[in-house]
C-alpha cells in the first residue's frame, strides 16, 4: 500500500483525489463497456482458476479505473499463460478496437483453442523473445517491438510483471512504452508492493517499491495521472514472498498519461 509520507510532495494532491475516484463499479449502473466486460466473464473458455479470482481483482471496476473503452488500440504486455485480463479485454474491443498481446511463442502455444474463437478476432499475438534467468531472479527480454507504429497505442498494461525485470531492462521497456503510445496514451502498471526503500533479498525480490516504479516511469517522459487502492491488502505486512500469501498480496496501482 502506497504510504503519502513517501510519496514526493508534488504527488500527494494527485493521489489523494484518485482514491476518492477509485469507486467499485458494483456501487453505480453499468456502463456498455462494464456491461461487456461483465458478460465476457461468464464465458465458457475461463477457467475455474480465474472465476476463483474474480473477486479478489474486481475485474469490472479495474478495467473502468484504467479508463478503456471498446474502441481502443491496447497492448498488453506479458498476458502469461492464464491470460486473465486477454479473455475479457479480447471481447470487448473485437469491434471496434485491437488488442496486441505480447509474449513469447510458448505462452501462446499453451493457450489453447480459445484463442481461435469470433472473439478474439482483433486479439492479435506479438512473439518476444523472454528467457528467465535463475541466477538473476529476472527475466531477459530481447528486443522490444510491440507489433504496430510508434504513437498508435491508447493504452499499454503492465500488470504484476514490472518486478520481474531489471532497473535498466525496465528503462527499456519504458522508453518503449512512451514511443508506442499516442499523445495523451495511457501506461497502467499493478504489482506487488515493496517497503520504500527496502533492500532486495529471497523474501521481497518478487515486489516493486512504488515509489521507486514512479520515479523510474516519469524518467521516461510520463505524467503520473491517478493512482487506486483498490487493490491495497492491510493483512498483506510486506514481509512474506508474494507466493506465501494466503489470499491476496498488498498491490499498487497506477495510472500514467503521456503528454
Same mark, same amino acid.
Given at each position: 500500500?502506497?504510504?503519502?509520507?513517501?510519496?514526493?510532495?508534488?504527488?500527494?494532491?494527485? !493521489?489523494?483525489?484518485?482514491?476518492?475516484?477509485?469507486?467499485?463499479?458494483?456501487?453505480?449502473?453499468?456502463?456498455?463497456?462494464?456491461? $461487456?466486460?461483465? $458478460?465476457?466473464?461468464?464465458?465458457?473458455?475461463?477457467?475455474?482458476?480465474?472465476?476463483?479470482?474474480?473477486?479478489?481483482?474486481?475485474?469490472?471496476?479495474? *478495467?473502468?479505473?484504467?479508463?478503456? #473503452?471498446?474502441?481502443?488500440?491496447? *497492448?498488453?504486455?506479458?498476458?502469461?499463460?492464464?491470460? +486473465?485480463?486477454?479473455?475479457?479485454? =479480447?471481447?470487448? *474491443?473485437?469491434?471496434?478496437?485491437?488488442?496486441?498481446?505480447?509474449?513469447? @511463442?510458448?505462452?501462446?502455444?499453451?493457450? =489453447?483453442?480459445?484463442?481461435?474463437?469470433? %472473439?478474439?478476432?482483433?486479439?492479435?499475438?506479438?512473439?518476444?523473445?523472454?528467457? +528467465?534467468?535463475?541466477?538473476?531472479?529476472? +527475466?531477459? !527480454?530481447?528486443? *522490444?517491438?510491440?507489433?504496430?507504429?510508434? =504513437?498508435?497505442?491508447?493504452?499499454?498494461?503492465? !500488470?504484476?510483471?514490472?518486478?520481474? +525485470?531489471?532497473?535498466?531492462?525496465?528503462?527499456?521497456?519504458? $522508453?518503449?512504452?512512451?514511443?508506442?503510445?499516442?499523445?495523451?496514451? %495511457?501506461?497502467?502498471?499493478?504489482?506487488?508492493?515493496?517497503?520504500?526503500? %527496502?533492500?532486495?533479498?529471497?523474501?521481497?525480490?518478487?515486489?516493486?517499491?512504488?515509489?521507486?516504479?514512479?520515479? @523510474?516511469?516519469?524518467?521516461?517522459?510520463?505524467?503520473?495521472? #491517478?493512482?487506486?487502492?483498490?487493490?491495497?491488502?492491510?493483512?498483506? %505486512?510486506?514481509?512474506?514472498?508474494?507466493? @506465501?500469501?494466503?489470499?491476496?498480496?498488498?498491490?499498487?496501482?497506477?495510472?500514467?498519461?503521456?503528454?
Amino acid at each position: 500500500m502506497l504510504k503519502p509520507n513517501l510519496i514526493p510532495k508534488s504527488m500527494l494532491a494527485i !493521489i489523494s483525489l484518485s482514491f476518492l475516484f477509485s469507486s467499485s463499479a458494483n456501487s453505480q449502473v453499468l456502463t456498455e463497456v462494464q456491461k $461487456k466486460i461483465s $458478460k465476457a466473464m461468464n464465458s465458457e473458455y475461463r477457467s475455474q482458476t480465474e472465476l476463483d479470482r474474480d473477486d479478489d481483482r474486481d475485474p469490472i471496476a479495474a *478495467i473502468d479505473f484504467m479508463g478503456i #473503452r471498446d474502441d481502443m488500440t491496447i *497492448i498488453e504486455f506479458l498476458p502469461a499463460g492464464q491470460a +486473465y485480463y486477454t479473455k475479457l479485454l =479480447g471481447p470487448l *474491443i473485437n469491434d471496434r478496437g485491437h488488442l496486441m498481446v505480447i509474449d513469447t @511463442q510458448a505462452t501462446f502455444d499453451a493457450w =489453447g483453442e480459445w484463442k481461435n474463437q469470433p %472473439e478474439f478476432t482483433m486479439t492479435h499475438q506479438v512473439v518476444i523473445e523472454n528467457d +528467465y534467468n535463475r541466477a538473476k531472479l529476472l +527475466y531477459d !527480454i530481447g528486443d *522490444i517491438d510491440f507489433g504496430i507504429m510508434a =504513437g498508435t497505442a491508447d493504452k499499454f498494461l503492465y !500488470i504484476r510483471e514490472y518486478h520481474n +525485470y531489471s532497473v535498466d531492462d525496465n528503462e527499456r521497456i519504458n $522508453k518503449a512504452v512512451f514511443d508506442v503510445l499516442k499523445p495523451n496514451g %495511457e501506461y497502467v502498471i499493478i504489482d506487488h508492493t515493496r517497503r520504500h526503500m %527496502e533492500q532486495e533479498d529471497r523474501t521481497n525480490f518478487r515486489r516493486e517499491d512504488p515509489v521507486d516504479v514512479i520515479y @523510474q516511469v516519469q524518467n521516461a517522459g510520463f505524467v503520473l495521472d #491517478r493512482v487506486s487502492n483498490m487493490f491495497s491488502e492491510p493483512s498483506d %505486512e510486506l514481509d512474506k514472498e508474494v507466493g @506465501q500469501i494466503p489470499n491476496m498480496t498488498d498491490r499498487f496501482f497506477l495510472v500514467f498519461k503521456k503528454p
